[in-house]
RNA sequence: GGUCCUGUGGAGCAGUCGGAGUGCUCGCCGCCCUGUCAAGGCGGAGGUCGCGGGUUCAAGUCCCGUCAGGACCGCCA
């Protein structure tokens, strides 16, 4: 066997402090250069953080001129402890070779605490502008907290599906979807997995997804995208709504201990303090988040401005970031949502608002083969197009539910984002398709 | 889809009552500086004021249109 025994480890920048003492080769972008006239500073960015490097050679010194910031390099030198070096070690009597040409620098500055740059300048240019520590910590904590989701669900005898992201009829009541052409054929991108997830509780009783949905609908606010990654989970064998929210605040809370355990970093960098998830999550009946939200007792739906209002609510009163509001009317639910059998125009379906942002929705769905033939003929709506899905339920389903997180909300009101596609590396809206 | 706001060198802004493309922070180029930390000092380059039309002796500035971007609302995760 071939090995290249004259080769040295790569060492990543957080690891130089283990070898003081020892030659080394790193390697990374050229974060910034500062250059002074017998001394110059090279500060290199890995995956993992940031390292020193000191040139004081004449012959290095004058290569390292031409290299740009964002260069791609690699250095080897040898680490030594010094108290003045940013991170109390520094690589020094370094060789510096580029593993690129000199790069063409973006348009904005990445070695600054922060990007100046706004948001539409900063998403045009989102290969460069996502290597900024601020940006890159928002998707290592959106990572950790599909690890974490993924970790809680599996402990609980959940099974990971994957289900079409093209569909021929569109799951949710009608209009907002893409439609696209398959071999000839209409198709849709898929609104949401829903249909898939249920049938597949026939098959495992625990199920979820992490994936992509595409929703073709007009929204034009910093809280929409037209394509984002649905957390789908769905289970059954559920006495009602409550088992599904019991599961779904362990969810939560896995999904915050992850990323308090693997972003840790990412979170120090975004100076955030992931919440403590109560061991009993505030819940208040539909009816009764109205009044709360001081709006009006016939009013369908919670506006944006309410379900600020109940976020600040749930903080005072039970000092919680999350709250769930239940009961939500049967009216604005789709047809295979579960109404409350003790008050039938309201649902066993629930939201979950966190810090005033609706973050989840979920319920019990119905179960019975002849509960979906009533509900779609309540709607209007012929069975024909959701024939294959609803056929299903003749052949056995237990009563079961649901959720659906939303990651790019979790994340963004975790983070204290302004708007998800700062969460979000190459969002898709309304106006963005590229890059 | 509705309402409102914003388009000024590469990035972010200011530009008052209409009076010469004026100004600020950063970047870029050149020179200087043994230890920088978002380095510092001196000098320089870089602009069809989004685009089109109008009013005016005179428009970055006022009016109309148009394109682009943003916020809120509707609706949703």
Redesign the pocket.
């Known amino acids: 066997m071939i090995k290249e025994v004259t080769a040295v480890q790569r060492i990543l920048s957080t690891q130089l402090s283990h070898q003081i003492g020892e030659s080394v080769r790193i390697a990374g972008w050229l974060h910034?250069?500062?250059?002074?006239?017998?001394?110059a500073?090279l500060?290199v960015r890995d995956a993992a953080g940031l390292a020193?490097v000191?040139v004081?050679d004449p012959t290095v010194r004058a290569a390292v001129?031409s290299l740009?910031?964002e260069t791609v390099v690699e250095v080897t030198g040898t680490v030594?402890a010094?108290p003045?070096?940013?991170?109390g070690v520094?690589v020094?009597e370094p060789a510096v070779r580029p593993l690129g040409p000199p790069a063409v620098?973006?348009?904005?500055?990445l070695?600054?605490?922060?990007?100046?740059?706004?948001?539409?300048?900063?998403?045009d240019h989102a290969p460069t502008a996502l290597r900024h520590p601020s940006r890159s910590a928002a998707l290592r904590i959106s990572a950790a907290a599909v690890a974490g989701f993924r970790a809680a669900l599996d402990a609980r005898d959940f099974v990971e599906i994957h289900t079409p992201k093209v569909v021929a009829s569109s799951t949710?009541s009608g209009a907002?979807v893409f439609a696209l052409d398959w071999f000839g054929r209409p198709a849709y991108l898929a609104q949401?997995p829903q249909f898939y997830k249920q049938l597949m509780v026939g098959v495992f009783e625990r199920v979820y997804e992490v994936g992509p949905?595409f929703?073709a609908?007009?929204?034009?606010?910093?809280?929409?995208?037209?394509?984002?990654?649905?957390l789908d989970v769905e289970l059954g064998f559920v006495a009602d709504h409550r088992d599904v929210m019991v599961v779904l605040r362990d969810t939560l809370a896995g999904m915050l201990g992850a990323v308090r355990a693997r972003a840790g970093a990412a979170l120090a960098t975004l100076g955030v303090e992931p919440p403590e998830v109560p061991a009993e999550i505030p819940a208040v009946h539909f009816t009764e988040a109205l009044k709360i939200a001081g709006a009006p007792a016939d009013e369908?739906?919670?506006?944006?401005?309410?379900?600020?209002a109940l976020g600040e609510w749930a903080c005072r009163e039970h000092g919680s970031d999350f709250l769930f509001v239940t009961g939500y009317p049967m009216a604005?639910r789709?047809f295979y949502t579960h109404p409350d059998p003790a008050r039938p125009a309201y649902s066993n379906g629930f939201?979950?608002l966190f810090r005033g942002?609706?973050?989840?929705?979920g319920g019990q769905r119905l179960h019975r083969y002849e509960d979906y033939l009533a509900a779609l003929a309540a709607r209007g709506e012929p069975v024909e197009p959701y024939a294959g899905y609803v056929d299903a339920f003749r052949h056995g389903m237990p009563p079961h539910g649901g959720?659906?997180?939303?990651?790019?909300?979790f994340v963004a009101r975790l983070t204290g984002a302004?708007?998800?596609?700062e969460v979000t590396a190459f969002p898709r809206?309304?106006?963005?398709l590229t890059p």
């Open positions: 910034r250069r500062r250059l002074l006239k017998s001394v500073f500060i020193q000191v004081t001129e740009s910031e030594i010094n003045t070096a940013p991170a520094e020094v620098p973006p348009p904005f500055d070695y600054r605490p922060v990007l100046t740059a706004t948001l539409p300048t900063q998403l949710e907002n949401s949905v929703r609908e007009p929204h034009d606010t910093v809280r929409h995208l037209a394509q984002y990654t649905s369908p739906d919670l506006a944006p401005a309410h379900e600020r604005k789709p939201d979950l942002m609706e973050l989840v929705t959720f659906a997180i939303g990651l790019e909300r302004a708007n998800v596609r809206d309304l106006h963005r």
